[in-house]
């Protein structure tokens, strides 16, 4: 029979207002961090990285934020617009390099 | 900006048929991966290839699949007998070194009838 589609959390807010993402991530000795945006039919669309040693890094209108203590990672869109509508996954590299693995991914929906 | 292309967007062929996806990376990356994702689920990662070979592969890429650079510009992913199963977008994609973003393709789609 069919699949059953992974069930995507969704977070819905105004345009103008600042959206935070979510991910946990599984693999302790990951280090490094990527963010990517997809829209619907299109590849992943890289975002912002992050290595471990550090805990913030920004970009435009975008903020990583990662709290290795608890293993997790956000992604902070400021003023958010109804371009950023797609799902975010946030990946881990967990092998020396040779492997992304993505989580769940969030769906962003703006409101105009 | 540089882009990772990827032919055909959209390939249907019948469950047992051999198919091949094309992908050209970005031209100065080093490092070659294949992506899948089925309809409404997680990219998962299939295989990373370096130095002409492969140096990762996951669960999913088994005997059915194979990798191939057959000139300086092209990497291919190979199904040998297609599957419904196989039916997903499949994502190629490059980097110039380890630890650095990730450029994917606008993936293929197959489906397998």
């Known amino acids: 029979g069919e699949s059953v589609g992974l069930h995507l959390p969704t977070l819905s807010v105004q345009e103008g207002d600042n959206s935070i993402i979510n991910c946990a991530y599984s693999?302790?000795?990951?280090?490094?961090f990527i963010w990517y945006k997809q829209e619907s039919g299109k590849g992943p669309q890289f975002i912002i990285d992050?290595?471990?040693?550090?805990d913030k890094r920004q970009g435009q209108r975008v903020t990583v934020l990662l709290n290795k203590t608890v293993k997790h990672l956000s992604l902070q869109i400021a003023a958010t617009q109804p371009g950023d509508s797609a799902v975010y996954f946030c990946a881990e590299n967990n092998n020396a390099g040779n492997m992304l693995t993505f989580g769940g991914g969030t769906r962003l929906m703006v409101k105009p | 900006e540089p882009e990772v292309t990827q032919t055909p967007s959209h390939q249907v062929t019948q469950m047992g048929q051999e198919v091949i996806l094309r992908c050209v990376p970005i031209s100065n990356h080093l490092y070659f991966y294949w992506y899948r994702q089925i309809l409404g689920q997680k990219v998962e990662f299939l295989v990373s290839?370096?130095?002409?070979?492969?140096?990762?592969k996951s669960e999913i890429f088994d005997d059915q699949f194979s990798v191939e650079r057959p000139d300086g510009s092209n990497f291919t992913l190979k199904i040998r007998s297609t599957k419904l199963e196989d039916s997903a977008m499949y994502f190629c994609?490059?980097?110039?070194?380890?630890?650095?973003?990730?450029?994917f393709g606008s993936g293929t789609r197959l489906t397998v009838v």
């Open positions: 992050i290595r471990s040693n550090m």
């Open positions: 290839f370096y130095n002409n070979e492969i140096s990762e």
């Open positions: 994609a490059s980097t110039p070194g380890l630890n650095y973003g990730y450029t």
């Open positions: 693999n302790s000795a990951s280090d490094y």
